[in-house]
């Protein structure tokens, strides 16, 4: 009922600069809260930012600082835009999204396929 197609992932180098972006359709009635997850090698799935309808942000203590989260209601699209990228960034980026599909069910999670994103020289 809702799909998310996330763009943007691939090969940077330390210090340098990604923007993904995920982009939400179907028969959406709304959307709640957006954000972004990533998940490394070896490890858990783990929050990295989100944002609400009204644009309140949480990050991940890790990423406060560098990356910013933003979103443009009328095209249903988040973003994530990452500067200053360390190897320890590195893992495949989720993106999800709490929609409501219709008035009589509650929002419901949704996640994209995900994008790797590797930073390394």
């Known amino acids: 009922q809702v799909q998310l197609v996330e763009s943007g992932g691939g090969l940077v180098q330390p210090g340098g600069s990604l923007r993904l972006s995920c982009a939400a359709s179907?028969?959406?009635?709304?959307?709640?809260?957006m954000g972004w997850y990533r998940q490394a090698p070896g490890k858990e799935r783990e929050l990295v930012a989100s944002?609400?309808?009204?644009?309140?942000?949480n990050y991940a203590d890790s990423v406060k600082g560098p990356f910013t989260i933003s979103r443009d209601n009328a095209k249903n699209t988040v973003y994530l835009q990452m500067n200053s990228l360390k190897p320890e960034d590195t893992a495949v980026y989720y993106c999800?999204?709490?929609?409501?599909?219709?008035?009589?069910?509650?929002?419901?999670?949704?996640w994209g396929k995900g994008t790797l994103v590797t930073v390394s020289s």
């Open positions: 944002i609400t309808s009204g644009g309140s942000t």
């Open positions: 999800n999204v709490l929609a409501r599909v219709n008035w009589y069910e509650a929002a419901m999670n949704y």
């Open positions: 179907g028969r959406i009635l709304s959307i709640n809260a």
